[in-house]
């Protein structure tokens, strides 16, 4: 194989399992949140900040994924 066609499977590759995993991360962290919200709803107000906060750092690993295959692809 060439080096591009190599260089764009390893772009394609980071980018697939970089966003696999925020998005099962995601779903598992919504999911708890939720189910936390529906058992004690007077804690909603301290549950939903932090749930919202740690969808966003998850969502930060599907960023550097990006940023690492962009890095792969040009570099």
């Known amino acids: 194989m060439e080096a591009e066609s190599l260089k764009a499977f390893?772009?394609?590759?980071?980018?697939?399992l970089g966003t696999?995993?925020?998005?099962?991360g995601i779903a598992m962290i919504a999911s708890k949140g939720l189910e936390a919200m529906?058992?004690?709803?007077e804690a909603a107000d301290k549950i939903q900040?932090?749930?919202i906060l740690t969808c966003a750092f998850v969502e930060a690993?599907?960023?550097?994924?990006?940023?690492?295959?962009?890095?792969?692809?040009?570099?």
């Open 38 to 41: 529906g058992r004690n709803p």
């Open 49 to 51: 900040p932090s749930l």
């Open 10 to 16: 390893a772009a394609v590759a980071a980018i697939a």
């Open 20 to 24: 696999i995993a925020p998005a099962f």
């Open 61 to 75: 690993i599907a960023v550097y994924a990006l940023v690492i295959a962009l890095i792969i692809k040009f570099v």
